[in-house]
């Protein structure tokens, strides 16, 4: 298995307000790889996929979204982990948005894109 770190801290994803930090990703049909991205405990946001902005999703399954913090401390930084299988050969960008769950029509904090090539 590969694993693939976008980030431990905001600055070095790219990940800001507004911003796109593009990651690449190649995988063989099967083969799979972890992302994880940045999360702070007890602020409520969460990484979810927008599938309205995400293309070419069906050479990919996402599973995942579990989310591990030393300490259960609120306000400690901490990973949410993603793993992208590759489905079928294709081209995928997967985009990921920084939220709260429960505010629908509030626009994401962050946003990352992750483009996976499947050969």
């Known amino acids: 298995m590969r694993r693939l770190g976008l980030a431990v801290m905001a600055i070095l994803a790219g990940c800001h307000a507004g911003g796109t930090a ?3 990703v190649d995988l063989r049909v099967g083969g799979v790889a ?3 991205l ?3 405990a007890g602020t409520g946001y969460a990484w979810a996929i927008d599938a309205g902005r995400s293309t070419g999703a069906s050479h990919v399954v996402v ?3 579990e989310t591990k913090v030393p300490g259960d401390r609120v ?3 901490g990973e949410q982990y993603w793993q992208l299988q590759g489905h079928s050969i294709g ?3 997967i985009v990921f948005v920084y939220r709260r769950p429960w505010l629908k ?3 994401p904090v962050k946003s990352t894109t992750v483009r996976v090539e499947v050969r």
């Open 22 to 24: 593009d990651q690449h």
């Open 34 to 36: 972890t992302v994880t």
């Open 38 to 40: 940045p999360v702070t």
């Open 63 to 65: 599973t995942g979204g």
């Open 75 to 77: 306000g400690r930084p």
């Open 91 to 93: 081209d995928a960008d």
């Open 105 to 107: 029509d509030a626009a």
